[in-house]
């Protein structure tokens, strides 16, 4: 059975290199400032570029909750190790950086509770696969276009290679990462072709006698 807590964290299970361990001889205060500034503006940079037009309540939502605590777990794993007392830093800086490690460890996964019925729907959906049994149309429908938002083959497209993308982003992680993209992968397959069948050219809204059928303009 899908177990409840594959979502309730997902930090990344890859050991620091050895070379995390290691302070330069020649790394001066300087550097180490401007380096860590440089790796904030990447952190920022890498980021920026996921903002949603429509801001829907998606699998996107939650990735990126789940990818930002990975990234703030791993903030916390560096500032744990860095062998700061070798670099006779400052008083005023280590403050900082013992404010920064506080800040970091009080951080926390925080899943609202709409986000945690879609969640556990959605296992629901899993378990009943694994156990050779088909979900209801009619709740694969609400699921995917009433509570997620997705409400044509376009948009289902679009966030089946959004998580395909993550596949491979997250290619080197053990499982369950894997599991859970790959079977949200192939839910959103299936529900796909069930909710509007193999027409590409029509934008099908709707379900059973109250299905509505908008064709795209032709060009």
Known sequence: ???SAIFSSLRRRKSPTFQAFVTPVDLTE????ATLTAVSSEIVSSFSGKFLVFQRRNSRSL???IEFHDLNQEILTLLDVFPWDDLGLSDDVMEQIELLQKQSRKAKLLIDKQDEVLRCKFYSFLDEFEGGRIPDSVELYRFFVERLGIMDVKSFVVEIEFLEERIVNH???IEPMASVLNGFVALA???RFLIFGFENDEMEVGF???KKVK???NV
Not at 30 to 33: D, E, G, N, R
């Open 189 to 191: 397959r299936y529900s």
């Open 215 to 217: 064709r795209r303009p």
């Open 208 to 210: 059973g006698k109250n």
């Open 171 to 173: 290619e080197g992680d």
């Open 63 to 65: 990735v990126r909750k």
């Open 1 to 3: 059975m899908a177990s």
């Open 30 to 33: 300087m550097a180490l400032l």
